[in-house]
């Protein structure tokens, strides 16, 4: 059974940083394509960035520049550094596996990251 547990949400000011982690177990994580996902109050959840097991990966528009997603295959671990960050990042993110040939989708509880002025 595949399990998805991230870390590292918080509180954090306007401009600071913050680094998410998504540890993945029972599932063949190197195949696999990694994502985080967002969904802030009142709001449907959003595609933040993504990274297939080849390294490509594609981030929002509204935080090109600003996050990177990285992942560590020996770790069966995803990570998404955030700097810069502003009041409209604040949200559960949610970390997402998906595998390619299948389709099928597995996501973790979320994790909830708040940014104050």
């Known amino acids: 059974q595949v399990q998805l547990v991230e870390s590292g949400g918080g509180l954090v000011q306007v401009g600071g940083s913050l680094r998410l982690s998504c540890a993945a177990s029972g599932s063949i994580f190197s195949v696999a394509i990694m994502g985080w996902y967002r969904q802030a109050p009142g709001k449907q959840r959003e595609q933040v960035a993504t990274?297939?097991?080849?390294?490509?990966?594609n981030y929002q528009d509204s935080v090109k520049g600003r996050f990177t997603i990285s992942r560590d295959n020996a770790k069966s671990t995803v990570y998404l550094q955030m700097n810069s960050l502003n009041s409209e990042d604040t949200a559960v993110y949610y970390c997402?596996?998906?595998?390619?040939?299948?389709?099928?989708?597995?996501w973790g509880q979320g994790t909830q990251v708040t940014v104050s002025s």
């Open positions: 997402n596996l998906r595998y390619p040939n299948t389709g099928r989708s597995f």
């Open positions: 990274i297939a097991s080849s390294g490509t990966s």
